[in-house]
Structures are given as structure tokens and as C-alpha cells.
């Protein structure tokens, strides 16, 4: 099973879903799910030993940067059996063309709060966000615990790790019967 994972933030960026996508990637290749490719928007990502990454400039005009995501999002899903999108606007035009003309399953996360509720806020992003919506096998709103920071000197509590492992098994087990599919 190919996988793409379709993201408008990944690290070294900070935001939450940025670390949520690299953490999800790293244990779907970890689990042997599937093989994973990130489509994103950087300069320099941060590597995931196994998972292939590509990305479209932040630097360019914003006509000129959703145009060249689009067409790389073209040609990397080429092969995939699977999508996985996080929300977020500069995604949702791109895969609202590349899923028409694909027709692959797609699952949406909306793991960006603040992109969510701006999308609810904007005629035009709400009608993106709603039409992935509906093209998608399933929409999941669960968003694992962050990664615990471990401090020099300091002992992370066990349930801290137990909890946060806990979470992404949770979260895992509602993705993996579409990634088996």
C-alpha cells in the first residue's frame, strides 16, 4: 500500500499538526502499514528514515506556490493507493483538483483548529474544506496527545508516557482498517 500524506506544515515547523504528521508517519512506517510519501510546503524538512518527502517552496507568490503544489501533488500521487490530508487551505485547493481527477480514498484529518474554524468563517475556504469533506472515506477530529517534554535532570512521570502512547493507539485504531483496505 502507497501512502500520501498531504500537509500544509511539517518540521521544522512547530505547529501542532506539523508534529503530528512527521509522528503519524513515523509510526505508520514503524507498523509497516504502508510506504509513506509527505507532500508539503518547506525548504528543509526534517527526515523520517523510510518515508520519502517532497516539497513546494513557502517563498513564492501564493498564486505561483499553490500551482506548483498542485502539480507535485499531481505527479507524487500518480502511483499512491491512499490519501491522508491534514486540513488546512493551501491542501485544500490543490487536493480538491489532484482528488477529482484521482479518485482516490482520502481520509481528512482536522487536526488544525485554527484552520478549521477560519474555514468555517470564509465562504470560499468552507466550500473547499466541505467538499474534501464529502469526498472523503472518513473525516477523524481526534488529535493524539502532544510528544511529553523530557527536561535534563528531570523524571517524566510514567503515566505521562503511558498516556501519550495510549493516545496514539487510540488514534491509530481508527485509521488502520482504511489504510488495510
Not at 501542532?16 to 524538512?45: C, H, Q
Not at 517563498?59 to 507535485?72: G, N, P
Not at 485509521?175 to 488495510?180: S, V
Request: contains cysteine; hydrophobic residues 45%; glycine residues 4%.
Amino acid at each position: 500500500m502507497k501512502l500520501v500524506i498531504i500537509s500544509p506544515l511539517y518540521p521544522p515547523d512547530t505547529a501542532p499538526s506539523a508534529l503530528y504528521v512527521k509522528e503519524l508517519a513515523t509510526r505508520i512506517i514503524k507498523e509497516r502499514l504502508a510506504d509513506v510519501s509527505i507532500v508539503t510546503y518547506g525548504n528543509i524538512p526534517e527526515k523520517i528514515e523510510g518515508v520519502k518527502i517532497f516539497c513546494t517552496s513557502k517563498r513564492k507568490s501564493l498564486f505561483v506556490r499553490l500551482f506548483l503544489y498542485t502539480r507535485l501533488l499531481f505527479a507524487i500521487t500518480k502511483d499512491a493507493d491512499f490519501l491522508f490530508v491534514e486540513n488546512g487551505p493551501s491542501v485544500e485547493l490543490p487536493m480538491s483538483i489532484v482528488g477529482s481527477l484521482r479518485k482516490l480514498p482520502i481520509v481528512f484529518h482536522i487536526g488544525d483548529t485554527a484552520a478549521h474554524k477560519r474555514a468555517k468563517e470564509s465562504v470560499i475556504l468552507n466550500f473547499l474544506e466541505t467538499a474534501l469533506v464529502k469526498r472523503s472515506i472518513l473525516v477523524v477530529h481526534h488529535m493524539p496527545l502532544s510528544r511529553p517534554e523530557v527536561l535534563p535532570y528531570q523524571e517524566l512521570p510514567p503515566s505521562v508516557g503511558e498516556n501519550y502512547e495510549k493516545s496514539w493507539t487510540e488514534h491509530l485504531a481508527i485509521i488502520k482498517p482504511f489504510l488495510t483496505t
